[in-house]
């Protein structure tokens, strides 16, 4: 059932297997990598405009989100929502970060079986949702802060990726 | 199998229906919406920074998209990307624009069935894929421009809603 290539049209039970999910995710997560190499290292870390934060702030949220989210769905430990990283103010210090994210966001998917998406569960010692709610939420708050950031990139006249390459 | 309600853990076997895609979609178009309504009259139609377009030409990429990507692959009929709409300069006419939309797009989803989602078409004459990817891109691409408009308000100096909203 995990996987469409086995569903003939007739006996389709699903529109969206956890397989297509992490590839919708992780394709996402490719772009928003982009996104990240494209700054220039100095405004990754000092640009922002209207009051908001720079790119690497919302980078670092997204980081603290995403691994760290899928280790407490599938592990079960509760830790406080991180939001802040070493980086030495190099680019390639978060872009490291956010390739272990990438690998443990993996491995944890492997563990999740379908009947796991609609369990309840408390996030981060905050947030009450269904699992399938926090990782729709933690894509779409990805997407969402990733618009922001092209907005910075075309102020900064760098020409963002186009938005359907994954 | 479309209503998550007369499932028991035991027999899952889908991490998302049509019925919460459908509310997933319309749960962001009211924070779109919400959007919107933030704006200025004036500033819709004609701020806009880093040589991008106004939030209503946003807004109108979004309806051109979501009822009559719908409509297309229910119906079947193939009419080219439409971007502009009549508004003479108000809000109040794009917003109405929203609303047909959301009725639109919740009657056109009455009429999907589950093995629609894996259906692989052509869209608008151009694009490839299936029933769902494009559903998921309508949706991110939704997303993507909003939290470009959140970029647009804060820079106007107002309060966009909370992401989470919907």
């Known amino acids: 059932m995990e996987n469409s290539n086995n569903q003939t049209k ?8 956890p397989d297509e999910l992490l590839k919708h ?8 990598r982009r996104v990240i190499e494209l700054f220039p290292e100095k405004e990754f870390f000092t640009y922002k405009i209207g009051g908001m934060r720079t790119f690497a702030e919302m980078t670092m949220e997204l980081i603290g989100i995403a691994a760290p989210g899928m280790k407490e769905i599938v592990i079960g430990n509760t830790e406080k929502l ?18 272990k994210s990438t690998e443990e966001i993996n491995s944890y998917w492997e563990q999740l079986e379908t009947k796991d998406f609609s369990r309840e569960m408390k996030l981060f010692g905050e947030y009450d ?9 933690f894509i779409d708050n990805e997407v969402h802060h990733r618009g922001q950031g092209y907005v910075y990139l075309r102020t900064l006249n760098i020409e963002p990726p186009f938005f359907w390459e994954r």
């Open 25 to 32: 995710w992780q394709g996402h997560r490719t772009l928003t």
């Open 82 to 99: 991180r939001e802040d990283f070493d980086h030495g103010g190099k680019k390639s210090a978060i872009l490291e970060l956010w390739d």
């Open 10 to 17: 007739e006996n389709v039970t699903t529109i969206l297997t």
């Open 129 to 137: 949702g269904t699992v399938m709610s926090f990782i729709l939420y």
